[in-house]
């Protein structure tokens, strides 16, 4: 990756995570921009080197090697994107821009940020959308990518996937609309594992378990069971090898298929795609 100029416009904790994680000698500068006051103060304990922290984009001037990262609240893109609107006077003063903000379409952004007064350069502005999920402070995030870009694709492709690389794995999707699948599973899916996680360190507690002793049980099961699952090829054959007839998992599994728990899960995804998509539309 060339030396660019990289910019976090807004720094919450998923921005914070990229940044911490990335290797800042990859880019000539950067720039972490945040209006909350407070958090600036606790950002400003945690840069480093070279990297200037600032209120607004008041005195920047883009150039094409740049890369701004949106990582505001999808209410907040439109604004932001008009600034950067303001920002660009010629062709070659186009960044690359990629948004972490949920629901806000590649579309929408390019619309936001191209007005009529920029309509000459409608097919010079390279936009991706990523979706990481919570694991990226620790490094294990799988970040969904999609990009709409119009020219330089390869480059700029290698310089997103580089970026989220750091936090993790990465996966790209073909069509913009498999983020509202992203989000449903991998976007909302630790939430998912740290509920399950709670009601087994619950279970293991009532039955005699030290909390210590029960979140440490529950946690290497989950994590070694997700390394294994990566290279299992038929998941049910898999369980069936666990289940012993007439043994202990059988019976843990008696319950799940009576209460009908793939149902229940079937119909949580569902839902959370559901809303996905309904954020979707209502930012286009």
Request: charged share 25%; hydrophobic share 40%; glycine share 6%.
């Amino acid at each position: 990756m060339a030396k660019n100029k990289l910019y976090f416009i807004g720094y919450g904790h998923m921005a914070e995570a990229i940044y911490q994680r990335l290797d800042k000698s990859l880019f000539e500068n950067i720039c972490l921009i945040e209006k909350d006051d407070d958090r600036r103060i606790s950002i400003d304990k945690k840069k480093h080197g070279k990297t200037q922290l600032l209120k607004s984009l008041q005195g920047i001037k883009f150039c094409n090697s740049d890369i701004v990262i949106l990582a505001v609240k999808p209410n907040q893109i439109k604004s932001i994107c008009n600034e950067i609107n303001s920002l660009i006077i010629e062709k070659k003063d186009l960044p690359l821009v990629i948004s972490i903000a949920a629901g806000v379409t590649t579309t929408s952004i390019k619309d936001y940020i191209i007005q009529e007064n920029l309509s000459h350069l409608q097919n010079f502005l390279n936009i991706y959308r990523a979706m990481p999920n919570l694991c990226a402070s620790n490094g294990d995030s799988i970040t969904g990518l999609f990009g709409s870009s119009v020219s330089d694709i390869t480059n700029s492709k290698n310089t997103v996937s580089e970026i989220f690389n750091s936090v993790g794995e990465i996966l790209w999707v073909k069509k913009e609309s498999d983020l509202n699948i992203v989000t449903a599973i991998s976007g909302s899916g630790p939430a998912y594992i740290f509920y399950i996680m709670e009601v087994m360190i619950n279970s293991a507690q009532e039955l005699g378990l030290s909390e210590k002793d029960a979140k440490k049980l529950v946690a290497m099961t989950l994590i070694g069971s997700g390394k294994m699952g990566l290279s299992i090829q038929n998941l049910k054959e898999q369980i069936s090898k666990v289940s012993s007839k007439g043994g202990t998992t059988e019976a843990a599994l008696k319950v799940f298929e009576k209460e009908n728990l793939s149902l229940i899960f079937n119909q949580a995804i569902e839902a959370a795609h559901a809303r996905s998509k309904e954020i979707s539309q209502s930012n286009e």
